[in-house]
């Protein structure tokens, strides 16, 4: 069994069993059954702790993590808020792979950037979003509009992630080109570096389509 060695199961604090548990999963995807049961369980623990798995294994093999979108997607409404945090960060590693579910979502992630309280939450909502646009002009489409939103609300605090989706879809966003080019040129003035050198990298890619 795969759950033993989950840290909430073995009385840690530490992520070094939900590592071992990934490792676990990534040699035998079967074992990934049993994160899915883990997922549908009660207790918040150990919910968090497959849903750190999840994550853990998406950042290597996406697509295995792909099937538990639907169970990942309807965690996103739990009070606990390592749950929701480790969820969207897997829904947002696995977005590409996962394009029809995510879409089908944005209004959940919308709602989820607008009044959740975890800055993380919010942050992997966008991400999630940006990783949506890049997958082709269609879901560009739909995902702008979040993005967009995404420079100004909460106090820019999430502008990064929202300028980092829209360098990745600039491909897919062809007639938004003044529009973005007029963004980056705004956002490079912030007074903070990571929105300046996101914006940067907005306008460099920007400047590579326009020359080719």
Not at 120 to 129: C, W
Not at 174 to 190: G, N, V, Y
Request: proline fraction near 4%; aromatic fraction near 4%; hydrophobic fraction near 40%.
């Amino acid at each position: 069994m795969v759950l033993q060695y989950l840290s909430s199961q073995m009385g840690e604090r530490s992520e070094h069993g939900n590592r071992k548990a990934a490792m676990l999963v990534l040699e035998n995807p079967s074992l990934l059954d049993e994160i899915r049961k883990g997922l549908l369980q009660n207790d918040a623990d150990l919910i968090g702790d497959c849903a750190e798995v999840c994550t853990m294994v998406a950042e290597q093999e996406p697509e295995l993590i792909s099937p538990l979108a639907d169970i990942l997607i309807s965690l996103l409404a739990n009070n606990n808020t390592r749950v929701r945090w480790e969820s969207m960060h897997s829904l947002a590693l696995i977005a590409p792979f996962t394009p029809e579910l995510i879409a089908e979502a944005l209004p959940t992630l919308e709602s989820i950037f607008r009044n959740d309280k975890s800055t993380i939450v919010r942050d992997y909502a966008i991400i999630a979003t940006g990783n949506l646009a890049q997958v082709d002009p269609a879901y560009a489409k739909i995902a702008y509009p979040l993005l967009n939103l995404s420079l100004t609300l909460h106090a820019t605090k999430h502008a990064k992630h929202g300028l980092d989706g829209f360098r990745k879809s600039v491909i897919h966003l062809q007639d938004k080109k003044t529009e973005l080019e007029e963004i980056a040129d705004i956002f490079i003035q912030s007074p903070r570096s990571s929105i300046q050198g996101a914006a940067k990298s907005l306008k460099k890619t920007l400047k590579t389509f326009s020359s080719t």
